[in-house]
């Protein structure tokens, strides 16, 4: 199982967003995959899967909930609707290491880990738990987010984590009234930042009230719209990751890539 940090260096870039349609278009591709919600303080996978609850136990252990093919695991279904989790380091270093050690994932081809924004705990705990196959780095095209998202890459780089990708995600708004494209947060910055650092530019997604539209409603844009442009960025991010996945595999420990088992 290939194990990847989905990632941004701040808020409202669309990082989760990002993370849910690329695990739809992995699994519709026909891999099996895993969706871990670590952003432990603010989970929003649930409601972007379309998902409530988790199934019963089993033998004492916790079955992820699963949509769309993807299995699911989130803080978000253990605590109540609009319940705060106000916990410290060594509480969230417990419940990441319970959801990757005590859920009851299966046989996967990718875990794709959201975490939350920024360089914390989390992040630590994640590339100090388990074997990594690399990090999915989240930016808007904007001078704000990039400098941010310097500041994660730094990160996995001190603890050696392999960077797969930059995806810029909003890049322009194309207005479905008379078709003019408007560069509300700048247009390819994500792109001219990844050939700058040589890290692989994986997709471009567009600014689409879609997007938003099924992620509030459980219905990722990859399965609910696949012609769009969107849904086909989304695609493109997911066919480049798997390549970047696969290669790293392939260079480091062969064919089969790094193995990780629950």
């Known amino acids: 199982m ?20 690329v695990a739809c278009a992995l699994a519709k591709g026909g891999a099996k995959v895993g969706l871990l919600d670590a952003d432990i303080t603010g989970p929003n996978v649930p409601l972007m899967m ?11 252990r916790i079955v992820p909930a699963e949509n769309f093919g993807v299995k699911v695991m989130s803080m978000g279904f253990l605590v109540k609707p609009g319940e705060a989790v106000i916990w410290r380091g060594p509480m969230l270093h417990g419940a990441i290491n319970k959801f990757l050690k005590e859920v009851l994932w299966g046989e ?31 930016t ?15 990160m996995f780089e001190k603890v050696k984590v392999p960077l797969l990708g930059v995806v810029e995600n909003m890049s322009g708004f194309v207005c479905s009234h008379c078709g003019k494209t408007t560069d ?41 719209d696949p012609e769009s442009p969107a849904a086909a960025a989304f695609g493109q991010a997911a066919k ?3 390549a970047q ?18």
């Open 2 to 21: 290939h194990v990847i940090a989905v990632a941004s260096g701040k808020g409202g870039v669309g990082k989760t967003t990002v993370a849910v349609n």
């Open 50 to 60: 379309g998902l409530s609850a988790l199934p019963p136990l089993q033998e004492g």
């Open 108 to 138: 996967l081809d990718y875990l794709l880990c959201d975490l939350p924004p920024g360089t914390s705990d989390i992040q630590l705990t994640l590339s100090q738990s388990i074997p990594m196959a690399g990090a999915l780095i989240v």
């Open 140 to 154: 808007t095209p904007q001078e704000v987010a990039l400098q941010d998202v310097r500041k994660a890459i730094a």
């Open 184 to 224: 509300i947060f700048d247009r390819g910055g994500g792109r001219r930042w990844a050939q700058e650092l040589k890290i692989p530019f994986l997709a471009a997604v567009p600014l689409v009230p879609k997007i938003r539209e099924g992620s509030d409603q459980g219905r990722p844009i990859v399965l609910t």
């Open 240 to 242: 480049n990751l798997a």
């Open 245 to 262: 996945v696969n290669a790293a595999a392939a260079a480091s420990t062969g064919p089969s890539g790094p193995v990780w088992k629950v």
